[in-house]
């Protein structure tokens, strides 16, 4: 069974520019979750879809956004890129979302210029 | 104070030794995660603990819910073990992992 992918793994942006970064989760999964990674923040929890719906958000700008389509793939945005978003973006999927075992995939490392 | 804290920072072992890192964690939780990160990003997920203990061949993962704690054992130490250890609490009132500082481990032959 293929793991979780995560596309693209590396982007290289300017301010002001937004971003989607795409993720398709493991087969039957229907829950996605993203995370950001930074080296002064650590792992941070961005939001999680489940069947289509936000289930949950961090505290994070209204600059982030996701959604999640009937495939259960899932894109999250970044819009008016800062400095300080450069970071790795993980996401991670799971069959039922709530207290179960995550998968995660590579992450796409995004460096805003 | 962190809602996960995790110790130590930074541990260096020698290959064999017997190694224990540390989670506390001050929320109300539906479960535990240990997370192994190599470099270069890859996050694996070790184990999922609710209470008790579960074992997965060298690597071992407690959990205290009265004392919220939780320790990863890793016995018989391999330079290949050397990576970073996070520990992430899923909070009940919702779906949302928050997450440790990490433990950098490194394990010299």
């Known amino acids: 069974k293929a793991g979780v992918t995560q596309t693209p793994r590396y982007l290289i942006k300017t301010r002001g520019q937004q971003v989607t970064l795409s993720c398709s989760p493991i087969s039957g999964h229907r829950s996605v979750s993203w995370y950001q990674q930074t080296p002064g923040q650590g792992l941070q929890f961005l939001f999680e879809y489940f069947s289509e719906t936000q289930r949950n958000k961090g505290n994070f700008p209204g600059r982030f956004s996701g959604r999640q389509f009937s495939n259960s793939r899932s894109e999250m945005n970044v819009s008016t890129l800062e400095l300080g978003d450069s970071a790795l973006y993980l996401c991670?999927?799971?069959?039922?979302?709530?207290?179960?075992?995550?998968?995660f995939g590579p992450g796409t490392r995004l460096t805003v210029l | 104070k962190n809602e996960v804290e995790q110790s130590p920072q930074n541990l260096t072992a020698q290959e064999g030794e017997f190694i224990t890192i540390n989670c506390s964690y001050s929320v109300g939780i539906s479960a535990l995660h240990w997370l192994q990160q190599h470099p270069g990003g890859g996050i694996v997920s070790l184990f999922m603990l609710s209470s008790g203990k579960k074992k997965h061949g060298r690597l071992i993962a407690t959990i205290n819910i009265q004392e919220k704690h939780s320790s990863l054992h890793i016995t018989a130490s391999h330079p290949r073990d050397s990576a970073v250890y996070i520990c992430?609490?899923?909070?009940?009132?919702?779906?949302?992992?928050?997450f440790g500082e990490g433990t950098q481990l490194t394990v010299n032959p």
């Open positions: 991670a999927s799971s069959l039922a979302g709530g207290p179960s075992e995550q998968f």
């Open positions: 992430a609490a899923r909070e009940t009132s919702g779906s949302r992992l928050t």
